[in-house]
């Protein structure tokens, strides 16, 4: 189990706030090919599950679905660490992946760009 740092213990102290974030969430345009097409996918915990369950539009209601969301993430699903670092990389802005939300990947781009962390980092201490 990797030692979180310093600037990682700031992020998830930061992440911790996120309920108090009530900036609204985009609504997602449901695009849910490309994890489709990732060879890892079909190791997923998800692959049978619809897609419904890991993007929805992230206002009122979203957080009990979210929450089933993340269980099936941290189940444990075998790929979580690929999905969280493909989610990371290419800065998603829908769905649930590598059991984060939209809202947590949000903040944790945040202190990306801060200089706080960095992908590697943060799938290290949230995937070991
Ligand atoms: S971590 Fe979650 S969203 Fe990603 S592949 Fe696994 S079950 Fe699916």
Redesign the pocket.
Known sequence: MQRASRSTAKWLAADQRLEQDNEPIEAEPRIYAP?REVP??KD????R?GDEL?FHDGRAGAKPAEDA??Q????P????A???RA?LEKRERY?????LTPRERKNIFKQIDLGNTTVDEVVGLLCD
């Open positions: 994890i890892w996918h997923a915990a998800c692959y599950q890991f969301a993340k099936v993430c941290n189940d699903c075998p790929v979580k690929e999905c969280m989610s769905g649930v992946w590598g059991g």
